[in-house]
């Protein structure tokens, strides 16, 4: 059944009230679940009135939409200026030593932003919780953005002759499963990293990409 036209209006109101209600309902639905927190658990969380939630927000439902659509423009913000650091178009980057160096020290950069943040752990956590409540969900971080924007680079790279793949849409899944997705396995508590493995996790990732797809 449709619902355009039928939902409450929300406002923008002020950053700072709609940064603390996001952090209180992450934190509560990460701990609890999201079907067991309330919007006056929320609320008080957050230090503000329930009718300012709801304000903001309109319904748990769109809040919980609001924590993924916050992580995943921080995911991207925080990846991008990773990439255009680390691994900017038109590197000038000619031997596979090289591109090792450059691509370790991309997947330090990442795991130190991303597996290092509790924030980032937390959105994991809270897409995990729904798919096991409902396998059929879609709802996700995004994350489609960073991985075309990687694969675009290893294309270059493959057209450099530094890297073996006719796919590099697949070896970009290949680098972030070998490193990202690893040091969060790796990790006993993700919302409480141990920096050094997660550093080591990445090195570790990044060394096994470039044996798989380098040149030979």
């Known amino acids: 059944m449709s619902t355009v036209g039928t939902e409450k209006s929300v406002r923008e ?7 603390a209600i996001l952090a209180a309902a992450r934190d509560l639905f990460v701990r609890q679940g999201v079907d067991r927190v309330s919007m006056d658990a929320v609320a008080a969380g957050a230090e503000v009135s ?3 939630v709801y304000d903001y927000f309109g319904d748990k439902r769109r809040l919980f939409l609001a924590i993924l659509t916050d992580a995943s423009q921080s995911l991207m913000a925080t990846a991008c200026r990773a990439l255009d650091e680390h691994l900017p178009e038109g590197a000038q980057i000619t031997t596979v030593p090289q591109l090792e160096k450059a691509f370790t020290a991309l997947a330090i950069d990442l795991g130190t932003s991303i597996v290092g943040s509790a924030d980032y752990a937390a959105g994991f956590a809270l897409v995990a919780q729904e798919r096991l409540r409902t ?3 879609e709802d996700d971080i995004a994350t489609v953005v960073v991985e075309e924007a990687f694969a675009k680079r290893i294309a270059d790279f493959v057209d450099a002759g530094l890297l073996d793949t006719d796919n590099p849409r697949l070896a970009a899944d290949h680098f972030f499963a070998l490193t990202i997705l690893l040091a969060y396995n790796r990790q006993p508590v993700p919302a409480n990293p141990a920096p050094d493995k997660v550093r080591q996790s990445m090195i570790d990732g990044a060394h096994a990409f470039i044996r798989a797809y380098a040149t030979r």
Do not use: A, H, V
């Open 13 to 19: 109101g002020s950053l700072e009230k709609r940064k």
């Open 50 to 52: 329930k009718r300012t």
């Open 135 to 137: 396998p059929t969900t």
